[in-house]
């Protein structure tokens, strides 16, 4: 969405003019949201990486054992729920990195009824180039959505190691 279009469905018909104050607050608002939803995600991925982890924390006191079972193709359906659960992460993350990019657009235009704009003009234009240039700024959802597709690769190396064992 532009610019243009973005300030159109933001600003109401009333003229902004004399209610700094109240742009203030709101802007205050949409950074203390903005910084809940990465709170939420670390949140999120801590919990995901926790839970894979411990899978192949444990996988490898398993493999001894698999053996016994009767028919290894029985092992599908846990490596199903284990990509679908590494999938859904990886979804999690991209929905995240989509509300608060959605967000600062917000905190950007808000700051154009400002005297200052630290987060868009300074910070994630001038100083980070809009994560352009990695040599600059490296954005945290590029590496952090892969760790999901490390994993989904890792269960599928490893069930198939023990299925074609």
């Keep these: 969405m ?4 973005l300030s159109q469905h933001l600003w109401n018909e009333a003229n902004v003019s004399g209610h700094e104050d109240l ?3 709101q802007y205050k608002l949409c950074v203390e949201m903005a910084d809940r939803i990465s ?5 999120a991925n801590a919990f995901f990486l ?8 444990t996988a490898a006191s398993f493999v001894d054992k698999i053996n016994s079972i009767p028919n290894k193709w029985m092992l599908i359906l846990p490596l199903s ?3 679908l659960q590494s999938f859904f992460w990886w979804r999690l993350i991209i929905s995240y990195k989509q509300l ?4 600062f657009q917000v905190i950007s235009e808000l700051e154009q009824k400002l005297p200052a704009a630290p987060y868009g003009r300074a910070e994630w234009t001038y100083l980070l180039k809009e994560g352009k240039d990695r040599n600059v700024y490296w954005p945290l959802t590029h590496l952090e959505s892969k760790i999901p597709w490390i994993f989904f690769l ?3 190396l490893f069930f198939g190691f023990v ?3």
Excluded at 2 to 5: A, F, G, I, L, P
Excluded at 50 to 57: C, V
Aim: charged content about 25%.
């Design 2 to 5: 532009t610019e243009n279009k």
């Design 23 to 25: 742009i203030f607050e």
């Design 39 to 43: 709170s939420r995600r670390d949140t």
């Design 50 to 57: 926790t839970l894979n982890s411990i899978f192949f924390g």
């Design 81 to 83: 729920v284990l990509l």
């Design 100 to 103: 608060n990019s959605a967000k």
């Design 154 to 156: 890792g269960y599928i």
């Design 163 to 165: 299925i074609f064992k």
